[in-house]
């Protein structure tokens, strides 16, 4: 007979084992605070609060791998968390921001924005499982991060933050921007991907330099900062998608298997 569950179960846990799970919740934290803040118009605080959201969720991944403490629990936590800081929250603060000024179509794109994102995530799962399965390696993610898009849905507030202008607030142009965003999360559009990215010994001291610099830029002029690193990652997007789709004519097709002797 079975023992019960919970005599089967260790009765002590490592604490760095909890360290990708702790992140999370963190995440999770800040994301549902950018919603009480979008309540209380303070917008800058919203925008940050996904902002931490996504720092927090940048980190809990790699911790999970470095300390190999991954696991079916934290992947479907992270998985929900992601839908809320990232697909829910980004929806709601623009839809009280700007797109409440068309009521009907405003909420329609927040309701795809969400369910895009929702879709999206759901569709990495299984691809991340079955690649973990059968030993695959993806070089490219297939349509844009719900991360990304949820830093790019968040390009409209800074540029108001940065300049005092209501000119990014109008509406119907914000909520083109969100079916934008909505639709590539969705798509197949391979994006760029830094899970395999390697770098040469060469640049190592040039990059630190450069994180140096970046470190400078967001402490002088941080909305300004933001914007033209949200200003690259879109200028890569169609880089990244026309060199996979070369790289893809490149690889030779699978040879059929001879008949069975």
Not at 91 to 118: E, K, M, N, Q
Not at 171 to 185: F, G, K, S, T
Not at 228 to 247: F, N, S
Request: aromatic share 8%.
């Amino acid at each position: 007979m079975n023992a019960p569950l919970h005599r089967r179960l260790p009765p002590v846990v490592p604490v760095r084992a909890l360290a990708p799970t702790v992140l999370t919740v963190l995440a999770l934290c800040s994301g549902v605070s950018s919603i009480r803040f979008a309540f209380q118009e303070r917008w800058e605080a919203a925008v940050i609060a996904i902002l931490l959201a996504s720092l927090f969720d940048l980190l809990d991944g790699r911790v999970a791998r470095m300390i190999k403490g991954t696991s079916k629990f934290g992947a479907e936590l992270d998985s929900l968390s992601d839908v809320i800081c990232f697909g829910v929250a980004p929806a709601i603060i623009l839809y009280f921001w700007t797109l409440h000024d068309v009521p009907r179509f405003g909420w329609a794109v927040s309701l795809l924005y969400c369910v895009c994102c929702a879709l999206r995530l759901a569709r990495f799962n299984i691809m991340d499982q079955s690649a973990a399965e059968d030993g695959t390696v993806h070089k490219h993610f297939m349509g844009m991060p719900a991360p990304a898009a949820a830093g790019l849905a968040l390009v409209p507030f800074a540029i108001s933050f940065h300049t005092e202008s209501d000119f990014f607030r109008e509406p119907e142009a914000c909520a083109i921007y969100m079916a934008v965003l909505a639709l590539m999360m969705v798509s197949k559009v391979p994006t760029l991907s830094t899970k395999h990215v390697r770098i040469s010994r060469k640049l190592v001291l040039p990059l630190l330099v450069g994180a140096v610099i970046l470190a400078a830029l967001l402490a002088s002029s941080f909305w300004a900062t933001y914007v033209g690193l949200a200003a690259i990652y879109a200028i890569l997007l169609p880089v990244v998608a026309v060199q996979a789709m070369r790289e893809n004519r490149k690889e030779p097709p699978e040879e059929p298997a001879g008949p069975l002797e």
